[in-house]
C-alpha cells in the first residue's frame, strides 16, 4: 500500500479540522440551547472556537510553539473583553449589523495594537486584570435581569454557526504556518463564536437584553486568561494536548465560581 501523498495529507488534515470544530461548536450550542442565557454567557466566553485551534495546532506545532500561542492568546483575551462590552454600549439603541460591525471594528483595532508590544505572560495576565475589571466595573448598568426565556437555536443556526468557526479554525491553523505563534494564539480567541452567539440572541430577545449576555462575559474570560497561562507553563513538560486540558478546566472551574457567587450574591 502506498503513502499518502502530499495532497491527501492536507486534505486529511482539513477534513479533521472541520470535524473537531464542528463537533466542539454544536456541542456548545446545544449546552446554551438547553441551559438559559446567562449559562449561556459562561459558554459563550469559553474557548470553543479557540479550543478547536488549539488541537490542531497541538497536532501541527511543538510544544514551545503552543506554549508561545497561549501568551499571544492571554493578551488578547483582554481585545474579548473589549468585544463584549462594545457589542453592549451599542446593542442599546443600535441594530444588530452596527453593534456587532462596531464591536469586531474595536476587536481587530486592539489586535493590531497588542503586536507593539513584546508581551509576556505576567504582563499579559496584567493586562486581563486592568482590562477585565474595567469592562466589569463599567459593564454593571447592563447587567439587568432583561432575558427571562430560554433561546432555541435552530438547526439552520446551528449549521451556519458550525460552518463559520470551522472556516476560523481552518485559516488561523493554516496561516499559523507563516503568521508566527503569538499571531496565531491572538487569532485563536477571534471572537467569532461569541459573536455568531449574539447574532442568533440579538433579532430574538432585542438588543438591551442580548447586551446583558454580553455584559456578563468579561467575568468569565478571566478564567479563560488563567488557562491559557497553564497551557504556556505546562506545555514544555506534559505537552500540548494535556496543557490544553489542564487549562480547560481552569476555565471551566472559574464558570463553576461565578455559578455559585451568582447564586448566592447578585453582583
Known amino acids: 500500500m502506498s503513502a499518502a501523498t502530499p495532497d491527501q ?26 441551559t438559559g442565557p446567562f449559562i449561556g454567557a459562561l459558554i459563550a466566553a469559553l474557548p470553543t472556537a479557540a479550543g478547536a485551534v488549539y488541537i490542531i495546532l ?3 506545532h511543538t510544544p514551545s510553539f503552543i506554549a508561545q500561542s497561549a501568551v499571544g492568546s492571554i493578551a488578547a483575551n483582554a481585545s474579548g473583553a473589549l468585544f463584549a462590552f462594545s457589542y453592549a454600549v451599542l446593542a442599546q439603541k443600535r441594530g444588530l449589523p452596527i453593534s456587532l460591525g462596531g464591536a469586531f471594528a474595536v476587536w481587530f483595532t486592539c489586535a493590531a495594537l497588542l503586536r507593539l508590544v513584546g508581551w509576556t505572560p505576567a504582563s499579559a495576565l496584567l493586562l486581563n ?3 477585565l475589571g474595567a469592562t466589569i466595573v463599567a459593564g454593571r448598568h447592563f447587567r439587568v435581569e432583561g432575558v427571562k426565556t430560554k433561546v432555541k437555536a435552530t438547526h439552520g443556526d446551528i449549521a451556519w454557526r458550525a460552518a463559520i468557526v470551522a472556516l476560523c479554525v481552518v485559516v488561523v491553523t493554516t496561516a499559523s504556518h507563516s503568521i508566527g505563534s503569538f499571531a496565531s494564539g491572538v487569532f485563536a480567541v477571534f471572537p467569532v463564536a461569541m459573536g ?30 488563567l488557562g491559557f497561562l497553564a497551557v ?30 451568582r447564586r448566592w450574591w447578585d453582583f
Open 58 to 60: 497541538a497536532l501541527e
Open 9 to 34: 495529507m492536507f486534505l486529511f488534515g482539513l477534513l479533521l479540522k472541520i470535524v473537531l470544530t464542528v463537533t466542539i461548536v454544536v456541542t456548545a450550542t446545544i449546552v446554551v440551547e438547553r
Open 129 to 131: 486584570v486592568i482590562v
Open 196 to 225: 455568531s452567539f449574539f447574532i442568533i440572541l440579538h433579532p430574538r430577545v432585542g438588543g438591551p437584553a442580548a447586551a446583558s449576555v454580553a455584559a456578563h462575559i468579561p467575568a468569565p474570560l478571566f478564567g479563560l486568561a
Open 232 to 261: 504556556h507553563y505546562l506545555a514544555a513538560s506534559v505537552g500540548g494536548w494535556w496543557s490544553y486540558a489542564a487549562g480547560l478546566a481552569i476555565g471551566i472551574a472559574w464558570n463553576a465560581l461565578i455559578w455559585l457567587i
